[in-house]
């Protein structure tokens, strides 16, 4: 059964820092491209980063570049998402997902997410 369970959300002030983790079984973890996607209230899904099998190549919406990212630990089946600089527009429900190197994964490929919200 595939699982994405990620963690680490939770309030903060804008120009707080959060890391978000993801643990990953299932699947394939180290032949796999991941990504984090995140939902806000009353939006849409926005692919939001993505990362190839070995974590060399990263890719970063335009809305995060700079400010948060990807890494990720085969040997442990772990996915993060180091969010520097947090926004009030970074406010979102992030989830992991298998895919999604460079765009929105399918949502059947999501995991199970963790909720940012950033507010003064």
């Known amino acids: 059964q595939v699982q994405l369970v990620a963690s680490g959300g939770g309030e903060v002030q804008p120009g707080g820092s959060l890391r978000l983790s993801c643990a990953v079984s299932g699947f394939a973890f180290v032949y796999a491209s991941v990504s984090w996607v995140r939902q806000a209230p009353g939006k849409g899904p926005a692919w939001v980063s993505g990362?190839?099998?070995?974590?060399?190549?990263?890719y970063y919406a335009d809305s995060v570049k700079g400010r948060f990212t990807i890494s990720r630990d085969n040997a442990k089946g772990s996915l993060y998402l180091q969010i520097t600089n947090l926004k009030p527009e970074d406010t979102a429900r992030y989830s992991c997902s298998r895919g999604g190197l460079m765009n929105l994964p399918p949502s059947d490929y999501w995991g199970h997410g963790t909720q940012v919200t950033v507010s003064s």
């Open positions: 990362t190839d099998t070995d974590g060399t190549k990263t």
